[in-house]
């Protein structure tokens, strides 16, 4: 598949998305076993994580909807100028609260497979007008794509504090991990700066029936918008009981060590990488929401497989098969998100299906470390099963009919 049809405003988009996503990969390995270092509890440091989603939840539901009036650039430029900001602090100090701050801002340790944070929705909506909407399954799988394999290079960068050392990490050795984020920042910085925003969404003075006829379509999209938040709430909470915390949980459960863990993440991630590039190319053939979910399904079925895996090589076996199957869907389930609603408010749209995930996803990163700190260990895996079973069950049936690959077939 050519990328011909991919413009250079896109190009760069998602160029400053694998830039962005190498210091993540190093994070997601590495994040929560420098606390651990640092002798934090499981309590507290599934504390930092849900302080991170609901602060960023809260910032993603103010950013969306504003960039469909002001525009989209300045706001990724003013992301990328905090990451720099807080990853020197995290660098240059160990201090709990500073850390904290910082961690909480920054997003630390989150994995967000090189997406800005709560600046997600700006980026999708930027994105999303710079292509053609039935392009939208494949340009938003490959943006996706980007971010995973730049955190699987960046997950293999977390490695090295053990290797160079030939010991178990201190909380100093950790430390450099924020130098990748810095150079991450960078890079992506200066590609935002040279990418062209359109204007926000001009505010016109209807005629009396093309008010009704808006009016009329809004109630629709609402409609759609309340459905896909209601679902994502047993996704957010499934995914939040497993996700955050995972390199933490191989580690108590196997005594893994960066060493061990960051080699199979980084696998994983650029496993999921080509399945991303794989589903978006199947989302022409088959629509986007019965690739999403039958490609999830099979990730589902080897979730409790690596909850109760006997050793470290077959939890990991059962982790990148897992995450290349469920997590190769996120590009495709953006891509439905924005086309339930027309072009001013896909800034809207892209915040919603954002936060209506990272709120309750928020809370399971502390109920997983209770679980782990009373010695819990596959608690947390069975009841994110039963949660994403339901998810999958009511995806399909509430939104097969909207999904945006077969409207387009259908009028072609």
Same mark, same amino acid.
């Given at each position: 598949m050519t990328l011909d049809f991919l413009p250079r405003t896109a190009r760069l988009l998602i160029a400053s998305r694998l830039a962005r996503s190498l210091g993540q990969g190093a994070l997601v390995v590495d994040f929560a076993l420098y606390l651990h270092a640092l002798h934090w509890s499981a309590v507290a440091i599934g504390g930092v994580f849900m302080g991170s989603l609901i602060f960023g939840a809260v910032l993603t539901l103010l950013l969306g909807p504003l960039s469909d009036r002001l525009g989209r650039r300045q706001f990724l430029i003013g992301y990328e100028c905090s990451q720099l900001v807080v990853a020197a602090t995290a660098l240059l100090t160990a201090q709990p609260l500073l850390l904290t701050a910082a961690a909480v801002i920054g997003g630390f340790g989150r994995g967000a497979n090189g997406s800005p944070g709560p600046f997600a929705p700006v980026e999708q909506s930027w994105l999303m007008r710079a292509i053609e909407r039935g392009h939208s399954g494949v340009v938003f799988s490959l943006n996706t794509a980007a971010g995973f394999l730049g955190m699987g290079v960046g997950a293999w960068l977390a490695a090295l504090p053990e290797w160079l050392g030939g010991r178990a990490p201190t909380p100093a050795d950790y430390r450099f991990l924020f130098v990748i984020v810095l150079l991450g920042s960078v890079s992506s910085l200066t590609l935002l700066l040279l990418a062209r925003d359109a204007p926000g969404a001009p505010v016109n003075a209807? =005629? *009396? %029936? $093309?008010? &009704?006829?808006? &009016?009329?379509?809004?109630? %629709? *999209?609402? #409609?759609?918008?309340?459905?896909? +938040?209601? @679902?994502?709430?047993?996704? #957010?909470? !499934?995914? !939040?009981?497993? !996700?955050?915390?995972?390199?933490?949980? /191989?580690f108590i459960r196997f005594g893994a060590g960066p060493g061990a863990i960051?080699? +199979? +993440?980084?696998?994983? /991630?650029?496993?999921?990488?080509?399945?991303?590039?794989?589903?978006?190319?199947?989302?022409?053939?088959?629509?986007?929401?019965? @690739?999403? @979910?039958?490609?999830?399904?099979? !990730?589902?079925?080897?979730?409790?497989? +690596?909850?109760?895996a006997p050793s470290f090589a077959w939890a990991g076996v059962f982790y990148v098969l897992r995450s290349a199957l469920s997590r190769g869907t996120i590009g495709a389930r953006q891509a439905l998100g924005v086309s339930l609603v027309g072009h001013g408010r896909h800034g809207l749209a892209a915040s919603l299906n954002m936060v209506s995930q990272m709120l309750p996803l928020a809370f399971g990163p502390l109920i997983a470390g209770v679980f782990f700190q009373a010695g819990w260990l596959v608690a947390p895996f069975v &009841? &994110? =099963?039963?949660? $994403?079973?339901a998810y999958l069950y009511f995806y399909r049936r509430l939104f097969r009919s909207h999904d945006p690959a077969r409207q387009v077939s259908n009028r072609s």
């Open positions: 209807d =005629t *009396e %029936q $093309q008010a &009704a006829t808006a &009016a009329a379509s809004r109630r %629709q *999209e609402n #409609g759609l918008l309340r459905k896909l +938040m209601a @679902v994502n709430i047993l996704n #957010g909470i !499934g995914i !939040g009981l497993v !996700g955050p915390l995972l390199a933490y949980w /191989f960051a080699p +199979m +993440m980084s696998i994983a /991630f650029v496993a999921t990488g080509v399945a991303s590039l794989l589903s978006g190319a199947l989302t022409r053939r088959y629509g986007v929401v019965d @690739v999403v @979910v039958w490609l999830r399904l099979l !990730g589902l079925l080897l979730l409790l497989p +690596m909850a109760f &009841a &994110a =099963t039963g949660l $994403q079973a």
